[in-house]
């Protein structure tokens, strides 16, 4: 089939290679316009267009699939279908109809389950031990198609977002390439969505990282996996935000007032609303990442110090 590949940030450059290296004819890669990166807010394309710049294929950067001139080079492509992954931009559904057999999304979760643009963090958050990727038709209603196929994954105990992600795009564009090669041949059938089991995954904005140290140990140590890498969970001491890396609960240490610190030289631990944790690396403002205890040996922590507003 002629396909054109839609997607934008690091994640989807896995399913574009594996689309260039199949059987099918890749003529053209979609994604989002340059935007401002690093401190001189330089414009940078995306990793998609730069990878498909490597592979000598022409890339469309609209500023939304909407516009005519797009849709007039989309239509001149004569696309047979057109395989999405975190594309960024809604598709009107005069977009949607330009290829023959509509555009083929992977999604980074077992549909119903996790609509939106947070699938894999919500997963972890949630505490689930299953989640995976599904291929399915864009339609208007988010994430609402008919599923061509579905691989599961499980979630480990120390996943982070970026860990899972990772493991999901690998082989999520195997799946995604097998579904085209299913649709090319007319040997694959999509399946509506049942209308048990729907959850949402809406983003997760940078106040819903900041933790609350009363709530239990197990959900903080969610949470911050969750947001990690992006948005990052974090705290405040003295006034300023620090982001805080992946902890550990600990059962077998004393136990300590919500949000209080515990200072050792080689550790630094943290009270809940249950167990103590154990931070691993943090991040003050304006600092680097560094081993929890690094940074308070660079800080005054006087007796009974705690986090945020505990």
């Not at 299913?182 to 694959?188: F, M, R, T, W, Y």
Request: net charge negative; charged share 20%; aromatic share 4%.
């Amino acid at each position: 089939m002629r396909v054109v590949f839609a997607g934008t940030p690091e994640v989807a450059v896995p399913a574009l290679d594996a689309i260039a290296a199949s059987g099918h004819d890749l003529v053209g890669v979609v994604t989002r316009p340059d935007a401002p990166s690093g401190r001189g807010r330089k414009l940078v394309a995306s990793p998609v267009a730069q990878r498909a710049e490597e592979l000598g294929i022409p890339v469309l950067k609209p500023t939304h699939p909407r516009d005519e001139e797009f849709q007039a080079a989309l239509r001149d492509l004569t696309p047979d279908a057109c395989p999405v992954v975190a594309y960024g931009a809604l598709l009107p559904q005069s977009a949607l109809d330009i290829p023959v057999h509509g555009w083929i999304n992977l999604h980074f979760s077992l549909l119903p389950a996790w609509r939106g643009a947070a699938p894999v963090q919500h997963a972890i958050w949630a505490g689930d031990e299953i989640t995976g990727a599904s291929t399915f038709r864009i339609v208007k209603e988010l994430d609402a198609g008919a599923v061509f196929g579905v691989m599961t994954e499980t979630i480990r105990p120390t996943d982070t977002s970026g860990d899972l992600l990772a493991r999901l795009a690998e082989g999520g564009a195997h799946l995604l390439v097998s579904t085209l090669d299913g649709i090319a041949d007319g040997s694959l059938v999509p399946r509506e969505q049942p209308a048990e089991g729907i959850s949402l995954a809406p983003k997760i904005l940078v106040d819903d990282a900041r933790i609350d140290w009363t709530r239990p140990a197990v959900q903080i140590d969610r949470q911050v996996r969750a947001c990690t890498p992006g948005p990052g969970a974090w705290s405040t001491h003295e006034g300023e935000r620090i982001k805080i890396g992946p902890v550990t609960p600990e059962a077998d240490h004393e136990q300590l007032p919500p949000g209080q610190l515990a200072v050792t030289k080689k550790a630094v631990h943290v009270g809940t609303g249950t167990v103590p944790v154990r931070l691993g690396e943090v991040k003050a403002f304006g600092k680097k990442q560094m081993a929890a205890a690094d940074w308070a040996r660079g800080v005054t922590l006087a007796p009974g110090t705690t986090f945020g507003d505990q």
